[in-house]
């Protein structure tokens, strides 16, 4: 058995990188591996299986300091440490195997650039958080030390090999896991519900559903779905919109302005969004930039028709029958023109929606976690 460190900042929050990472270490225990968590935490974390070490940052600091006080915490604690793997799924300089589940920084600036103003984009290459995380990841990925360097789609592996010096077999692509089994029962009701969500709302019987959940609209592309909404008004749709932005009143106004506000509800921040899978017929995410969104497998496991951009790294497990895959999230005409097909033609059926949910099986989180085992210790 090989003693593994994994290196994960603040470890109990509630979201999809911590809870991967707990579900990690529980298969890493299950195979006698013994584990030790480096982490973040006000207070001492007791686990029955794990041997936890927490840092207890300051909440109040910035985030450039929190990020590199805890590299200096992990590089203090594996500096006589005789683990023979140090797994890192954070921001470290230090690790012999990585999962960069939040894709490149580099390639997100990039990005960006063509997004913010002149002075914003220009802020960029001083700002002393994008410079931390620059020389971090830099470090992390041209490192000597680095064994594996785990990623979570073909977009993350070959902007990896366009922005650093990696030797490309140690990269591996592993889409991220859905929990198909856990969801059937949620996805078999869906077809039985009365659906009180939707009634709460202006939501017309005939209308069909879009749902767009993301943190952060802009990055997400939710004022390109409302321009190109604004195209075709006179269909029946409607659009449920989940999630937090700083500007969501920004938002509601433009709705409004487009002429939308009785097709367009806005939910906010949700702890449970199945109820949004179970009533929607189809997911619309034109995101300018993400390395894997889990919402999309998880809508195709819900047996919702996907529309997403070839910027989003979970877009390479869509087919032709469970999605649209746009090049350009810029061009209106084109997702008006998606928004249309999907009206007409993916209407959520039995039969339809047992076909989408299908072409995820193989996504199983299970099957996904059983290959990050395989690697770690091939």
């Known amino acids: 058995m090989k003693k593994v460190v994994l290196l994960k900042s603040n470890i ?34 007791y686990h029955a299986h794990f041997s936890i070490k927490s840092y207890p940052q300051n909440k109040l600091l910035p985030s450039f300091y929190k990020i590199q006080a805890f590299d200096n915490f992990c590089k203090n604690q594996i500096a006589n440490d005789s683990s023979q ?57 041209e490192s000597p030390f680095l064994q594996k360097l785990l990623v979570n789609s073909f977009l993350v592996k070959n902007e990896v090999l366009k922005y ?30 009365s659906r009180p969500l939707l009634q709460s709302c202006n939501y017309k019987k005939k209308d069909f559903t879009f749902l767009f959940i993301g943190n952060g609209y802009a990055r997400k592309g939710l004022t390109q779905i409302l321009q190109a909404m604004s195209k075709i008004k006179e269909k029946p749709f409607h659009l449920l919109v989940v999630g937090k932005d700083k500007k ?15 097709k367009v ?6 702890n449970n969004i199945t109820p949004f899978y179970q009533v929607s017929d189809a997911l ?36 032709s029958s469970s999605g649209l895959v746009l090049e350009n999230v810029q061009d ?15 209407q959520k059926t039995k039969l339809l929606a ?25």
């Open 85 to 141: 793997i140090i797994f890192g799924m954070d921001r470290n300089r230090y690790q012999t195997h990585i999962r960069a589940g939040n894709g490149v920084h580099k390639a997100y600036l990039e990005r960006r650039k063509n997004q913010e103003s002149f002075f914003k984009a220009f802020s960029f290459p001083i700002n002393p958080l994008h410079r931390l995380v620059l020389d971090i990841e830099k470090t992390a990925f």
């Open 248 to 262: 969501s009143v920004y938002y509601q106004k433009l709705a409004n302005e487009l002429g939308l506000s009785e």
């Open 265 to 270: 509800s806005f939910f906010g921040p949700q």
């Open 164 to 193: 650093y010096n990696v030797d490309p077999a140690k990269i591996h692509v592993i889409h991220n896991g859905v929990e198909y089994s856990e969801m059937q029962l949620a996805f078999e009701k869906s077809f039985s519900l």
């Open 332 to 346: 209106i005409a084109t997702l008006s023109s998606a928004l249309e097909y999907s009206i007409s033609h993916k």
């Open 284 to 319: 619309i995410l034109p995101s300018f930039y993400d390395p894997f969104a889990n919402v999309t497998v998880e809508a195709l496991a819900m047996g919702l028709f996907v529309i997403t951009s070839k910027d989003n790294g979970a877009s390479e497990v869509i087919n």
């Open 12 to 45: 109990n929050r509630k979201g999809g990188l911590e809870k991967n990472a707990w579900k990690i270490a529980e298969a890493l225990y299950r195979k006698g591996h013994p584990v030790t968590i480096l982490t973040t935490n006000p207070t001492p974390i």
């Open 354 to 378: 047992h076909t989408i949910r299908k072409t995820v099986e193989h996504l199983d989180y299970n099957l996904q976690l059983e290959k990050v085992m395989e690697i770690l210790f091939s």
